[in-house]
């Protein structure tokens, strides 16, 4: 059985979880099918997940709610992610990961078939809390998976091609389950991520490779992680700068429709240059990983930052938000991916947990971003505002990994 072996981490690349012996037994052609099975679970997960932003004003209309109140359902997904993504990953390390991976994905199918059959404010919320359960600990074992399959100094480029899945499901999934829930009804979105949740959990069991829990471990092993310094401060980071961004975007249908003049037929076309940004940022996530981690936050957090300013005064020119839109999915992406790696390097044995804890204060800034953007829009200031509270919890994001760096150095030094 192959052992986990981390070592002290490096700037470059995540520790690596596996012996090399393992890494050499597989081809490329393996290793990519598996890494691309594991990347549509992230499609499927990536579209559960954001297609609310898109539907937001039809899931109000159906459910009898107002918008800002319907955003809430956004927050309850959030909520899950956050319950669940430590819980299952720890309870659920010893288990074979490739298995792990495929009930996970089953899970998210599960979670959006109820939401696509509730009805009313309550059950559609308590729905997306089940729906957003297993997405950080999908993520957490998929990570682990990918990173488990290449070389230490490639580790960074194999989980951003499972985060890829999150960029594609907003640039193809979001935008047609948005016109689908438009045109048929809002319910049919979920419907379609069933499917695609489904396809994926037979393709990861098919091109995986079977791989055995890790026995040592324990739930109170796995927990420890979270009390160390630089993962607490990574967490907080994602936590709250990460949470600028989800200001916006929960809000993009009205803000499109109500600032910038469009038809809600327009919005679908926006969500796609938020995912053609997205896929591009993955990308360049995986390069930068593998060659900066620390720069590659700050200057994620320095555009964005930019990004969201702009939209208060250019939010009435269709051209500049298409363009605030993709920079700001790009920028996501790379931050998103560039938290992750350094997560799993701050976790120790933790590694999985690591992993998930990033899509847990990912999670959080969601519903953060989305909380304190209803906020700003209930009290008047309309649907610019919450990219103003964006730009203030990029900041603050910036601020705190910045002390982190320090803190980092003062330990290295003493």
Request: aromatic share 6%.
């Amino acid at each position: 059985m192959t052992t986990s072996t981390p070592v002290p981490p490096t700037d470059g690349a995540v520790p690596p979880p596996v012996d090399e012996p393992t890494v050499r037994h597989l081809s490329g052609a393996r290793v990519a099918l598996a890494i691309v099975a594991l990347a549509l679970g992230s499609v499927a997960i990536g579209t559960t997940e954001f297609v609310t932003m898109g539907l937001l004003p039809d899931i109000a209309r159906g459910i009898d709610e107002s918008i800002p109140t319907t955003g809430h359902v956004i927050t309850a997904y959030a909520v899950g992610v956050v319950v669940g993504a430590p819980l299952i990953v720890s309870l659920g390390a010893r288990l074979p990961r490739r298995e792990l991976a495929v009930g996970l994905m089953l899970a998210v199918a599960l979670g959006s078939a109820a939401t696509a059959l509730a009805s009313g404010y309550l059950p559609v919320m308590l729905a997306r809390f089940v729906a957003g359960l297993p997405h950080g600990a999908y993520f957490g074992v998929a990570s682990l998976i990918a990173a488990s399959l290449v070389r230490p100094e490639a580790q960074g480029r194999a989980i951003s091609g499972v985060m890829v899945g999150l960029s594609v499901g907003t640039v193809a999934g979001v935008p047609a389950s948005t016109w689908l829930g438009q045109e048929v009804g809002w319910r049919a979105a979920y419907w379609m991520v069933v499917g695609v949740g489904v396809l994926a959990a037979v393709l990861v069991l098919l091109a995986v490779p079977h791989t055995p829990g890790d026995r040592t471990a324990t739930v109170r092993r796995e927990l420890t992680a979270i009390r160390r310094p630089p993962v607490l401060f990574a967490f907080g980071t994602g936590m709250i700068g990460f949470g600028g961004i989800f200001a916006m975007y929960s809000y993009v249908a009205p803000l499109l429709t109500d600032e910038t003049g469009l038809a809600a037929s327009a919005v679908p076309w926006f969500l796609f240059v938020f995912g053609v940004g997205s896929v591009l940022g993955s990308w360049l996530a995986g390069i930068l990983a593998d060659w900066n981690i620390e720069r590659s936050v700050v200057g994620g957090f320095l555009v964005s930052i930019v990004a969201l300013a702009l939209v208060v005064p250019l939010a009435g020119n269709a051209v500049a938000v298409g363009a605030i839109v993709f920079t700001v999915g790009l920028l996501g992406s790379v931050l998103a991916i560039s938290l992750q790696v350094r997560l799993m390097q701050s976790a120790g044995d933790a590694q999985m947990l690591g992993a998930a804890l990033n899509h847990s204060a990912l999670n959080i800034a969601n519903g953060l971003g989305a909380f304190l953007g209803a906020v700003v829009i209930d009290a008047g200031f309309g649907y610019r505002a919450p990219s103003v509270v964006g730009a203030g919890l990029a900041v603050a994001g910036l601020v705190l990994f910045l002390v982190s760096l320090a803190a980092q150095r003062r330990t290295a030094a003493a």
